[in-house]
Antibody
Framework: EVQLVESGGGLVQAGGSLRLSCAAS????????MTWVRQGPGKGLEWLAN????????FYVDSVKGRFTISRDNPRNSLYLQINSLRGEDTAVYYC????????????WGQGTLVTVSS | QSVLTQPPSVSAAPGQKVTISCSGS????????VSWYQHLPGTAPKLLIY???KRPSGIPDRFSGSKSGTSATLGITGLQTGDEADYYC???????????FGSGTKVTVL
């Protein structure tokens, strides 16, 4: 069974940093692209970034370029999202997701981890 | 402001059908596959449709997807109270080199 478990969220002051983790199990992690998506309070899903199987390609939404860094550790079956210079608008539930084979579509998602940025 | 446009809400009685539209452009829907997700707050989003019209195993055939040009549509037949949720379309945007989601549609079963 595919499982994705996010961790690392919490209450952080504006300007601070946070590293989110996603522990994957139930599938060959190193064979799949992985993605981070967030949902702010009262907002829709927002795609943030994805990373190729070997980490050699990464893509980011323009609004987080320079502040967010996606990475992975295949031997540890783990995905990460480093968030720097946190802002109030970064308050959201952050989801990691596995991308399906072939075309782009996240097929399995975690339950999410809540990040709250206080001013 | 989402790249993909969906109606904010749709509603119908139990047993009826609803359709949800997703409008984009040539850089996203027009040249890439579309997927659809069901999301209940506080839970993991669930993939309903991928590659425009394919259903993952376990998704009932009450859910269907289609695409024409720069728009896509999700259909839900035999509406059930358990279908009340937010629904999102998603695809890749080749110009942005980024994934994009629709603005989301809330389905209400009357």
């Amino acid at each position: 069974e595919v499982q994705l478990v996010e961790s690392g969220g919490g209450l952080v002051q504006a300007g601070g940093s946070l590293r989110l983790s996603c522990a994957a199990s139930g599938f060959p992690f190193s064979n799949y692209w992985m993605t981070w998506v967030r949902q702010g309070p009262g907002k829709g899903l927002e795609w943030l970034a994805n990373i190729k199987q070997d980490g050699s390609e990464k893509f980011y939404v323009d609004s987080v370029k320079g502040r967010f860094t996606i990475s992975r550790d295949n031997p540890r079956n783990s995905l990460y999202l480093q968030i720097n210079s946190l802002r109030g608008e970064d308050t959201a539930v952050y989801y990691c997701a596995r991308e399906g084979s072939g075309s782009y579509y996240p097929d399995y998602w975690g339950q999410g981890t809540l990040v709250t940025v206080s001013s | 402001q989402s790249v993909l446009t969906q109606p904010p809400s749709v509603s119908a009685a139990p047993g009826q059908k609803v359709t949800i539209s997703c409008s984009g452009s040539s850089s996203n829907i027009g040249n890439n596959y579309v997927s659809w997700y069901q999301h209940l707050p506080g839970t993991a989003p669930k993939l309903l449709i991928y590659d425009n019209n394919k259903r993952p195993s376990g998704i009932p055939d009450r859910f269907s997807g289609s695409k024409s040009g720069t728009s896509a549509t999700l259909g839900i037949t035999g509406l059930q109270t358990g279908d009340e949720a937010d629904y999102y379309c998603g695809t890749w945007d080749s110009s942005l080199s980024a994934g994009v989601f629709g603005s989301g549609t809330k389905v209400t079963v009357l």
